[in-house]
């Protein structure tokens, strides 16, 4: 059984700041690979970041300098800290959880919904 539960989502004005985090059972966590992506409405499902098992970090260009990911293995879990949101921003963000072997294991959140007011 495994479950990824994101929270943290909510309303906030331009220029403030949100921590979504997410909290991952059913998996041996520290040897996954975490991410976050989200979908604004109409639109595809993109990357934000990722973390990897030996912690490193990727980000997508629109979110560089502004987005922080990390994961604190201790607790089995993935944050994102979010600042100096943009309305652009708006979208359900999800955390995913991957790891390949021979085989490509794949996990998803629900999502939590993030809205940034102009």
């Known amino acids: 059984q495994v479950q990824l539960v994101e929270s943290g989502g909510g309303l906030v004005q331009s220029g403030g700041s949100l921590r979504l985090s997410c909290a991952a059972s059913g998996i041996m966590f520290s040897i996954y690979n975490m991410g976050w992506y989200r979908q604004a409405p109409g639109k595809q499902r993109k990357l934000v970041a990722t973390?990897?098992?030996?912690?490193?970090?990727n980000y997508a260009d629109s979110v560089k300098g502004r987005f922080t990911i990390s994961r604190d293995n201790t607790k089995n879990a993935v944050y994102l800290q979010m600042n100096s949101l943009k309305p652009d921003d708006t979208a359900v963000y999800y955390c995913?959880?991957?790891?390949?072997?021979?085989?490509?294991?794949?996990?998803w959140g629900k999502g939590t919904l993030v809205t940034v007011s102009s």
């Open positions: 973390v990897t098992s030996g912690d490193s970090t």
């Open positions: 995913n959880a991957v790891r390949r072997t021979s085989l490509l294991m794949n996990y």
